[in-house]
Nanobody, 121 residues
Framework: QVQLVESGGGLVQPGGSLRLSCAAS????????MGWYRQAPGKQRELVAA???????NYADSVKGRFTCSRDNTKKTIYLQMNSLQPEDTAVYYC???????????????WGQGTQVTVSS
């Protein structure tokens, strides 16, 4: 089994910052993409940022220049530093991992349980 455990969500005022973390564990043989998605009420889940195994990072246009996504492969952990947060950033943030389990022949997608980020005064 592969587990993703997220932390770092909460309530913050507009213009504030939060840092999310997501640690992967289990019988992981290889990881490719790690990233963050978010889902606001009444909206579809959308990509926020993702880091490939080659350390190439993609960001949603709405967060470029404000959010920084990074990964530590030795710790199997991904981070999302969120600065200049705005009310429209309010959502449940989900960690995503595409990985190959030991003994498996295919890569599968794994998701964290989600952490709430609320930006409000």
């Amino acid at each position: 089994q592969v587990q993703l455990v997220e932390s770092g969500g909460g309530l913050v005022q507009p213009g504030g910052s939060l840092r999310l973390s997501c640690a992967a564990s289990g019988n992981i043989f290889s990881m490719t993409s790690m990233g963050w998605y978010r889902q606001a009420p009444g909206k579809q889940r959308e990509l926020v940022a993702a880091v490939t195994s080659g350390d190439s990072t993609n960001y949603a246009d709405s967060v470029k220049g404000r959010f920084t996504c990074s990964r530590d492969n030795t710790k199997k952990t991904i981070y999302l530093q969120m600065n200049s947060l705005q009310p429209e950033d309010t959502a449940v943030y989900y960690c995503h991992l595409r990985a190959l389990r030991s003994g498996s022949y295919r890569y599968d997608d794994y998701w964290g349980q989600g952490t709430q980020v609320t930006v409000s005064s």
